[in-house]
């Protein structure tokens, strides 16, 4: 059965560095426009970077601009996110979605939990 | 602040509908598709409605979707105990690259 399985995440502390994971299983993930979508505590969804098909295009939301990057390992299928200079405010669970043919997220992960202390 | 603006919360007894609303602007909701997600506390968002009232396979048809200008609304007929959930709108907008847009949040609570 197709699905996604983000890990990764944990404490850190504030300034530091942290890389999540999203392996994809049953479907290959480079024929699909893949997403990081963010949570922050008893917070709504907040797109955070994404990355298209084929990987020629990756967009970042102005809050992790310069900081985040979106990378993705086709022999893994698996797609990447290094997380640096961490603030207090990406705080969140971090997830994974995959965008269907309608333009929508048919697939997220369950989630991964990062947390930043300063 | 969501772009996408949805009422905090709404609410209703077994068997009754409820509706949320979702309310963007004219390079969001007015010129793209609608697609809705429901989160049951302490899980990944689930995807409930795509193109504004289509429901994947699965999606129960008491769900239904509808758009009008610059405005969306999501209902639910027939609520039952295990809607109890965060629903979310989103949106694609033409004004921001690779960006997709979130609402608030509605908090559907059965009572």
């Known amino acids: 059965q197709a699905r996604l399985v983000e890990s990764g995440g944990g404490v850190v502390q504030s300034g530091r560095s942290l890389r999540l994971s999203c392996a994809a299983s049953?479907?290959?993930?480079?024929?699909?426009?893949v997403y990081w979508v963010r949570q922050a505590p008893g917070k709504g969804l907040e797109w955070v970077t994404v990355?298209?098909?084929?990987?020629?295009?990756?967009y970042y939301a102005d809050s992790v601009k310069g900081r985040f990057t979106i990378s993705r390992d086709n022999s893994k299928n698996t797609l990447q996110m290094e997380m640096n200079s961490l603030r207090d405010e990406d705080t969140a669970v971090y997830y994974c979605?995959?965008?269907?043919?309608?333009?929508?997220?048919?697939?997220w992960g369950q989630g991964t939990k990062v947390t930043v202390s300063s | 602040q969501s772009v996408l603006t949805q009422p905090p919360s709404a609410s209703g007894t077994p068997g009754q509908r409820v509706t949320i609303s979702c309310s963007g602007s004219s390079s969001n909701v007015g010129s793209n598709n609608v697609n809705w997600y429901q989160q049951v506390p302490g899980t990944a968002p689930k995807l409930l409605i795509y193109?504004?009232?289509h429901r994947p396979s699965g999606v129960p048809d008491r769900f239904s979707g509808s758009k009008s200008g610059t405005s969306a609304s999501l209902a639910i007929s027939g609520l039952q105990s295990e809607d109890e959930a965060d629903y979310y709108c989103a949106a694609w907008d033409d004004t921001l690259d690779g960006r997709v847009v979130f609402g608030g949040g509605t908090k559907v609570t059965v009572l």
């Open positions: 979605a995959r965008e269907s043919t309608w333009g929508a997220f048919d697939m």
């Open positions: 193109w504004n009232s």
């Open positions: 990355m298209s098909y084929y990987g020629n295009k990756t």
């Open positions: 049953g479907f290959t993930l480079s024929t699909y426009t």
